[in-house]
Structure formats: C-alpha cells, structure tokens
C-alpha cells in the first residue's frame, strides 16, 4: 500500500524493483515532488539493474508538474519531523532525511543521484559562463527557482548548483552493468569486459533554452539520448 508523501501529503506511486538477492522490493515515489521513500536499507539493496531502472524511470518523469519541496517533512508511518542527515558516499557528500524511529528514509533524485556518483557541483566559473545564456534554473533538490546571476546556491533549501557528470555517469552506470552481468562464479580464464556506455569529452553541456532549467533533468536527458539508447 502506498504512502503519503512526507512533503505535499498527495499519495505516493509504488514502483517494484529487485534486491541484490533478487526478490522483489517496493519502493514509494514523490514524482510531482522528486522524493523517493525508502524503507529501512531498502536503497543500499537495490540490485545495479533496479538502479539503472529507476534512473530510467526519473527521465520518464522529467516533465511532471514540480512542487518546491517543504524543509521539514514528516515521516508517513509516525508522523514525526524527519531529521535532516548528512553521509558520505563513493560519490561524495549527500543528505536525506531519516526517520528517528527507523521507518526508512526520505530522499530527493538529485541526491539519490548524488549518492550513485551521477551528479557533480559546478564551481564558481562554469556558473559565470552558464549564466550568460541561462538567467535562471530550477534547484534540482527542492524545486525553487535559482537566479543564477546573483545567486549560485539555492536560496530556498541551500543546495549548491549541480549538474549531471557525464563522465560520472558513463564509469557508474558500466560499473553497475559489470556488477550486473558478474557470474556467481569466477571462471578459469577472466573474461574482457568492455563498457557498453561510453562517455563524450565535455563533463556537461549547457542547456539551450531562456527559460527556468533544471540542469540534472538536462543531462540525464542527454545521457540517455547519447548513451542508453
């Protein structure tokens, strides 16, 4: 049964996905909100395909009515306010909000994204250069509109800027289809792996239209246009 989301109280959607073990797990989706609800330790069983499946399914999405995220979600099982967290991941520095009781945990796709070594920060000159044709994005953590000329963090919830790394993406999602396409048992002669998604040169490209972007919806679009399709 799915759960109300922890920001706009609208019903989530349940999406099914498998475990590294491969049995079924149901996680719940905020799409209007951008928010993921994991289960206890339901994000670090999900197997490498399952990831690849939901990265699949948050460009789907791409074009959903979006909310501005509130900062003090509660969790759906207590009710309590959630506590904002800070980990350390293979990709760096991400947050979530978690329950005190250990209900799971709640999560935004940029810092799922995050998480997953998909998403970089752009430093102070690529923001001078982006904002020469762009005038103002959309904070892919929360949803509120970035004036990217005055500002180069969000004022709403203080996430940096962030783009998708397409050469992060690329060495991510080959090591996820290895793990994926690992045997159970090492053969006597190790076979060549050659990745089947292939980065461009340029970590990022900047995104052609005058009005308010969302840089991560921008690149994980031209990722999959160029590498997954």
């Known amino acids: 049964m799915a759960i109300n989301c922890p920001s706009c109280v609208a019903a989530c959607s349940s999406a099914v996905f498998t475990t590294h073990l491969n049995t079924p797990v149901e996680i719940d989706i905020c799409w209007p909100c951008h928010l993921i609800w994991f289960d206890h330790l339901e994000s ?5 395909q399952s990831v690849i499946d939901l990265f ?8 959903d009515q979006r909310n501005i995220v509130s900062l003090a979600p509660r969790c ?6 959630l506590l904002l967290t800070n980990d350390i991941g293979r990709g760096g520095r991400f947050s979530y909000y978690r329950s005190p009781k250990g209900h799971g945990r709640l999560i935004s796709f940029v810092q799922f994204l995050r998480e997953k070594s998909f998403i970089r920060t752009l430093n102070d000159h690529e923001i001078e250069s982006l904002s020469a044709t ?3 994005i959309r904070c892919s953590s929360c949803g509120a509109g970035i004036n990217i000329e005055v500002d180069h963090v969000c004022t709403h919830c203080g996430s940096p800027i962030s783009v998708l790394d397409e050469k992060a993406v690329a060495k991510a999602l080959a090591d996820l289809d290895a793990k994926a396409n690992r045997p159970r ?4 002669t190790t076979p060549t792996y050659t990745p089947s998604y292939q980065s461009r040169e340029a970590p990022w490209q900047e995104p052609s239209s005058s009005g308010i972007t969302d840089l991560v919806l921008t690149g994980l679009a031209a990722i999959l246009a160029a590498s997954l399709s």
């Open 44 to 48: 670090t069983s999900l197997s490498p």
């Open 185 to 188: 048992h090492v053969p006597s």
């Open 56 to 63: 699949r399914r948050i460009h789907a999405h791409r074009d």
């Open 76 to 81: 759906p099982i207590s009710r309590e306010k």
């Open 134 to 136: 762009v005038k103002q």
